[in-house]
Structures are given as structure tokens and as C-alpha cells.
């Protein structure tokens, strides 16, 4: 069995920071990729930054330059930091990890985290 536990998130003036935090436990031979999707107000969920196991990664455009993803291999762990938050990225952001457990891979999502930008 497999559990994927988010943490952080909460409510940022425009211009601040936020740390979003993921961690993989359970019953995992591998970990490949990594990431962070949101889904915002009558939007679809789109991937926001993502990480490989071999050490690349990927951001949308509205974010290059503003979020940083980074994981740690060693506690199955991913972050994203994400600084001059805009009152666009207000969404719930999910933590999606592609997991081998035993014989089988798939996808695990974290339980969701609101992040609101506003003043």
C-alpha cells in the first residue's frame, strides 16, 4: 500500500511565498517522475512543475521563474516553492507521483491543498 501526504498551502498576499510539501511512504521498489498540478476555479487540472528521476524538470510557462521544484530521492519527497505569487494562481494544488509498487505502476495523487492569492 502506498500513501502520498501533502502539506503547506494556505492563503498569500500577491508578491508573497508558499511551500508546498509531498511525501511518498508504503510499499515503493521505484519512484519516477514527480510533480505538481492545479486545478483552478471552473478550470482543468494542468501539470505545473515537474521532476524526473533522472534529475530534469519542467514548468508551464506562467510560472518559469517564479516556482522552484526540487525533490529528495532519498525521502521520496518533492517541493515546490513558489515566490511572487500572482492572484492567478489561485488554485488547489495536487502532488501527483508515478509510482512501482510490487509489479504494478501508476499514478498517486496527494489529498489536495488550497493556495489563495489575494489582498
Known amino acids: 500500500q502506498v500513501q502520498v501526504v501533502q502539506s503547506g498551502g494556505g492563503l498569500v498576499q500577491p508578491g508573497g511565498s508558499l511551500t508546498l510539501s509531498c511525501t511518498a511512504s508504503g510499499n515503493i521498489f521505484k519512484i519516477y517522475g514527480m510533480g505538481w498540478y492545479r486545478q483552478g476555479p471552473g478550470k482543468e487540472r494542468e501539470l505545473v512543475a515537474g521532476?524526473?528521476?533522472?534529475?530534469?524538470?519542467k514548468y508551464d510557462d506562467s510560472v518559469k521563474g517564479r516556482f522552484t521544484i526540487s525533490r529528495d530521492n532519498a525521502k521520496n519527497s518533492v517541493t515546490l516553492q513558489m515566490n511572487s505569487l500572482k492572484p492567478e494562481d489561485t488554485a488547489v494544488y495536487y502532488c501527483n507521483v508515478d509510482i512501482l509498487s510490487g509489479v504494478h505502476r501508476r499514478d498517486y495523487w496527494g489529498q489536495g491543498a488550497q493556495v489563495t492569492v489575494s489582498s
Open positions: 521532476a524526473g528521476s533522472d534529475d530534469t524538470t
